[in-house]
């Protein structure tokens, strides 16, 4: 993964919040800090990301340019029904102050943990035999058995507050298409509607993924390929 790749899967992880590229650098490993400005500036230039500055500092979120994010732009309070044109939207200007909805910035660590436990909780409930990875494992987050068999599959779980999910184009290749995965739709903290999950192949979604073209071995699942999906959980007993 390059660290462009680094920076969007974090943007995508904590989305819709907001991050400095302080908390960019922490969260997704990439150092050191002007190399994240670099970056941060380049996929805001390129329309990847949206960037907002309060006085000195830029805070940078997820852009609404990706597929099947709907996009809410700034609003001039000058001109009531003028969207600011860029994703680069300064605290105030020649025109007047732009009108930002603050949003409260969350940590986007604890929400793939969320994803996997909540996860765990339904296929519980479903009498099936699970149990969490360890941390250190790679490819797989869950294993899951038909308590009427004798075998574990390896089940990956991809976790976000708001969709599309950031995948890995290497998941839709060779024997990694037979694998199950579990995407979860968790919403906002304070959402009154229930966490959504869709559960698929990964050959069933392959040819889902939209991989923009400056990607290299990385692109997005929308929302609209795993509606069909949703709620399969007989996928786990095939």
């Given at each position: 993964?390059?660290n462009?790749?680094?920076?969007?899967?974090?943007?995508?992880?904590?989305?819709?919040?907001?991050a400095?590229?302080?908390d960019?650098?922490?969260?997704?490993?990439?150092?050191?800090?002007?190399?994240?400005?670099?970056?941060?500036?380049?996929?805001?230039?390129?329309?990847?990301?949206?960037?907002?500055?309060?006085?000195k500092?830029?805070?940078?979120?997820?852009?609404?340019?990706?597929p099947?994010?709907?996009?809410?732009?700034?609003?001039?309070?000058?001109?009531?029904?003028?969207?600011?044109?860029?994703?680069?939207?300064?605290?105030?200007?020649?025109?007047?102050?732009?009108?930002?909805?603050?949003?409260?910035?969350?940590?986007?660590?604890?929400?793939?943990?969320?994803?996997?436990?909540?996860?765990?909780?339904?296929?519980?409930?479903?009498?099936f035999?699970?149990?969490?990875?360890?941390?250190?494992?790679?490819?797989?987050?869950?294993?899951?058995?038909?308590?009427?068999?004798?075998?574990?599959?390896?089940?990956?779980?991809?976790?976000?507050?708001?969709?599309?999910?950031?995948?890995?184009?290497?998941?839709?290749?060779?024997?990694?298409?037979?694998?199950?995965?579990?995407?979860?739709?968790?919403?906002?903290?304070?959402?009154t509607?229930?966490?959504?999950?869709?559960?698929?192949?990964?050959r069933?979604?392959?040819?889902?993924?939209?991989?923009?073209?400056?990607?290299?071995?990385?692109?997005?699942?929308?929302?609209?390929?795993?509606?069909?999906?949703?709620?399969?959980?007989?996928?786990?007993?095939?």
């Open positions: 993964m390059t462009r790749e680094r920076v969007l899967a974090y943007l995508s992880s904590i989305a819709p919040a907001e400095t590229n302080a960019i650098c922490s969260g997704s490993g990439v150092e050191p800090h002007q190399q994240v400005f670099q970056i941060t500036q380049r996929l805001v230039a390129e329309g990847f990301v949206w960037g907002r500055q309060y006085g500092e830029w805070r940078f979120s997820l852009s609404a340019s990706h099947d994010i709907e996009q809410q732009p700034l609003r001039n309070t000058t001109n009531p029904g003028v969207a600011s044109g860029s994703n680069i939207s300064p605290s105030g200007g020649d025109d007047g102050p732009l009108e930002v909805q603050p949003r409260k910035r969350k940590s986007g660590v604890p929400t793939g943990h969320a994803g996997e436990y909540l996860v765990m909780g339904e296929l519980l409930r479903r009498e035999d699970a149990q969490l990875a360890d941390r250190n494992t790679k490819g797989y987050d869950v294993l899951v058995g038909d308590p009427t068999g004798s075998t574990l599959r390896k089940v990956q779980v991809k976790t976000v507050r708001s969709q599309p999910w950031y995948v890995s184009c290497k998941d839709f290749e060779g024997t990694l298409l037979e694998q199950v995965t579990i995407y979860v739709l968790l919403g906002t903290p304070d959402a509607k229930p966490v959504r999950f869709f559960i698929a192949t990964n069933e979604l392959a040819g889902h993924v939209h991989k923009p073209a400056s990607f290299d071995n990385h692109g997005f699942m929308p929302i609209k390929a795993v509606i069909p999906h949703e709620g399969r959980w007989d996928k786990l007993r095939e």
